[in-house]
């Protein structure tokens, strides 16, 4: 055992965190400096006391939310690291934040200035939001559970702890409601329920006692600062600090409502009002500061040990006779105190001891003090019907998990509970079985409160829409719009379809996909083009084949003659070049070579007689001699009979 008397200090837990020193108790857990051996680093180890290491509902509580607030990761949210349990040693391994707690500088500096407050809050409400967007609920919100770090970040702690302990703000076995009595929301009091608008009020009055150095509900016991939650006036900060803009009483009146319905709905919505206002405030009314009288006239609105800052009370719900035990904040030591609220304001007769009585004496025994007994028993009897028959009267959640929608209703019913029923989407419970219940099996509540019964709709699935002949703009909205993602776009040419509509969906429509699963599609570029080659004066035939290997149609029914392109040949084409679709037609013009005309027989003629029948039928001339041709007459012609292209030159030999 170390010098300090703590077994833990020099331990080990877990093979990997070294107990360092003490550095918090509370009725809940200690908290403890440790070094995580593994990964070198210090961190804060919260060791729950050994009564609740032994409580099994709160043994399994305690898992589910230390996983849950594990979840959170934000800048100003003090890190669940890890837990774990060493022996009878159940802890949390959180993020050690050295620092000062909010608590610890208002101590210091007294009421802060408008800016330095929205300063704080600020920060507060974005960790509070990103708990509420994620189904967590604080629970306990003070200062003492906000850390400003050395270098000057805000940090929120107590998730984890909170969280589970407050589950469903009371615990099947203790029977308790925690929570800081000077933050309790009038619901929690009231109720012993809490939602995100709980932390909401929470919040208000630490901004509260940020603009004023004072806490917003005060008085002589514990259960009257409980009291005044639930039936007391809320005042403005202006009221303890006059000349604070009236913007700043506005804002922590929205966050502090009595009615949880005229709240902001969560701590995102606070910080947007919170924004807001900060805009509407000149830099004179944010920097403004309470001095003089009236910082002494802040400082002297009264405070009790029941509400002093630390308290985090334990207030047995009705119908319990538990002991009450506190939630532990990070860095201060925790006043846990159990409170009994009567459904009524406290109150209790002066002392009647010395009074003079009719007769002129002075009442003795059973007399003098009879009318605080009376009042005794009239608070007992109404304690009694409050927890046995009233709404304090008490009910546990049945175990309907598993069973059809109608007949976990009617156990609801029949254990004085209402029933809500949601749906959800379950890969494993069948569609009409109970998935779970909240509270869950074996909570203890409120007779006539309401039991959320989700029923599974069974396994989450949605069809492929028909999207075929659809813009891709147009397909990839209606799978969204059925929780599917469009996939792999892919494009191809396609003749029948237009450009960018879709040709195919893979898997196709109707198929039965799970949420998020990726659709391919295949979308239109529309006709393929062709390049058209140039054909002219080529083998009319070669060039048909080609133009229709690419899938045009070619038109070569027209032949002309044609005195230099020869029989068989292209002697045109149309288009002769450019780009065409399939189906698109090109014409050629073949050629069928020269036209023919007969040759006439000329031999024997004299030279300018046969010159000049030749002409005639359109050939040329030419005239070569033999011997000298001294007699002009045709000896020989080549061509000689039959026929020749027209135009083409025929040869006369004379002799």
Request: glycine fraction near 10%; hydrophobic fraction near 40%; proline fraction near 6%.
């Amino acid at each position: 055992m170390s010098s300090t008397g703590d077994a833990l200090i020099g331990r080990t837990l877990d093979g990997r965190y070294r107990v360092l020193r003490r550095l918090a108790d509370g009725g809940m857990a200690t908290v403890y400096l440790a070094l995580d051996e593994r990964l070198d680093r210090e961190v804060a180890l919260k060791v729950m006391r050994e009564h609740l290491v032994h409580d099994e509902s709160f043994v399994t509580r305690f898992h589910r939310e230390a996983r849950s607030a594990a979840s959170l990761s934000h800048p100003n949210v003090v890190a669940v690291y890890d837990q774990g349990r060493d022996g009878d040693v159940m802890f949390l391994v959180m993020e050690h934040v050295p620092g000062l707690t909010l608590r610890e500088v208002m101590r210091e500096e007294g009421a802060l200035t408008p800016r330095a407050a929205l300063d704080v809050l600020e920060p507060v409400l974005l960790a509070l939001g990103e708990a509420h967007a994620n189904g967590l609920i604080h629970r306990d919100v003070k200062p003492e559970n906000v850390i400003i770090n050395d270098n000057g970040t805000v940090k929120v702690a107590d998730f984890g702890l909170a969280r589970a302990v407050t589950s469903q703000t009371v615990t099947s076995t203790s029977g308790v409601l925690l929570g800081t009595v000077a933050y309790l929301s009038p619901e929690q009091v009231e109720r012993g329920i809490a939602d995100a608008r709980s932390d909401v009020y929470a919040a208000g009055l630490m901004l509260f006692e940020m603009l004023t150095g004072t806490k917003a509900v005060t008085g002589d016991t514990a259960i009257h600062v409980a009291y005044q939650h639930v039936h007391g006036g809320m005042p403005l900060p202006s009221s303890r600090v006059p000349g604070l803009d009236p913007a700043l009483d506005d804002l922590v009146a929205a966050a502090t409502a009595r009615d949880p319905d005229d709240r902001p709905a969560d701590a995102a919505a606070l910080l947007t009002m919170l924004r807001r206002t900060r805009a509407l405030l000149s830099p004179a009314a944010l920097d403004s500061r309470p001095a003089g009288a009236e910082a002494l006239a802040a400082a002297a609105v009264p405070t009790t040990a029941a509400a002093s800052p630390a308290a985090t009370a334990a207030l047995p719900i009705p119908g319990s006779s538990a002991t009450a035990s506190g939630s532990v904040p990070t860095r201060s030591h925790t006043d846990t105190r159990a409170l009994t609220l009567p459904p009524s304001p406290p109150s209790a007769p002066a002392p009647l001891e010395g009074r003079v009585v009719a007769g002129g004496g002075r009442s003795g025994g059973t007399r003098r003090w009879w009318p605080a007994i009376a009042a005794s028993a009239l608070i007992a009897a109404l304690t009694a019907w409050f927890f046995m028959f009233g709404p304090g009267a008490m009910a546990t959640v049945p175990s309907v998990q598993g069973q059809t929608e109608s007949a976990a209703v009617a156990a609801v019913d029949d254990a004085s509970l209402t029933a809500t029923v949601t749906q959800a989407f379950d890969e494993v419970v069948p569609a009409g079985q109970v998935i779970s219940t909240d509270p869950g099996a074996g909570e203890t509540i409120r007779r006539g409160a309401g039991v959320s019964v989700v029923v599974s709709k069974g396994p989450e699935r949605y069809e492929v829409p028909p999207v075929v002949g659809m813009t891709l703009a147009q397909a990839t909205a209606s799978i969204g719009e059925v929780n599917l993602v469009v996939g792999e776009v892919k494009e191809v040419f396609d003749e029948t379809v237009p450009k960018d509509e879709v040709i195919s969906a893979d898997p196709g429509p109707g198929a039965s996909l799970k949420k998020g699963v990726e659709v391919n599609l295949t979308v239109s570029k529309g006709r393929k083009p062709i390049e058209v080659r140039d054909y002219t004066g080529k083998d009319a035939a070669a060039a048909r084949k080609a133009l229709t290997d690419l899938g045009l149609v070619v038109d070569a029914s027209k032949e002309e003659n044609s005195d230099t392109v020869d029989k068989g040949k292209v002697i045109s084409q149309s288009p002769s070049d450019g780009t065409l679709f399939k189906g698109d037609t090109v014409t050629l013009v073949v050629s069928k070579g020269p036209v023919m005309v007969d040759v006439p027989n000329v031999v024997g003629q004299q030279v300018d007689q046969a010159r000049a029948a030749l002409e005639a039928t359109g050939f040329k001339v030419t005239v070569r001699k033999a011997l000298g041709g001294f007699f002009g007459t045709v000896r020989l012609q080549e061509p000689g009979s039959g026929q020749a292209p027209k135009g083409s030159t025929i040869t006369l030999t004379i002799v």
